[in-house]
């Protein structure tokens, strides 16, 4: 499977963008399909994560009600709406996907992820 994420740029604070996750080659039904982001001289993190067949979604507690993960099944498509954006926020935005994931609990745990996009950058002046 191919992943291709898109939708980065440049926006003010306060503003918002919405990320697009598009897989070719397999399904994004079933897997969980996450989000991460890694800031210049700082680690990947976790931003969030959603699976189809549980319905469930996870979020970092600093994109909780900002950052909001949805679907679109039949252009096998996962979004990253962002709002209220932060220059904090600022990073190079990953999707990957989990095509054995595991409970809720491990979601945010980037070795897990078996595929990733290549990342599309996100810079938030303020």
């Known amino acids: 499977v191919q992943l291709q994420a898109s939708g980065g740029g440049l926006v003010q604070a306060g503003g918002s963008l919405r990320l697009s996750c598009v897989a070719s080659g397999r399904t994004l039904s079933n897997p969980v399909v996450g989000w991460f982001r890694q800031a210049p001289g700082k680690e990947r993190e976790f931003v969030a994560a959603?699976?189809?067949?549980?319905?469930?979604?996870r979020y970092a507690d600093s994109v909780k009600g900002r950052f909001a993960v949805s679907r679109d099944n039949a252009k096998n498509t996962v979004f990253l709406q962002m709002s209220n954006l932060k220059p904090e926020d600022t990073a190079v935005y990953y999707c990957?996907?989990?095509?054995?994931?595991?409970?809720?609990?491990?979601?945010?745990?980037?070795?897990?992820?078996?595929?990733w996009g290549q990342g599309t950058q996100v810079t938030v002046s303020s």
């Open positions: 959603t699976r189809r067949s549980t319905g469930g979604s």
């Open positions: 990957a996907a989990d095509f054995t994931p595991g409970p809720w609990s491990t979601w945010q745990y980037a070795d897990l992820y078996e595929s």
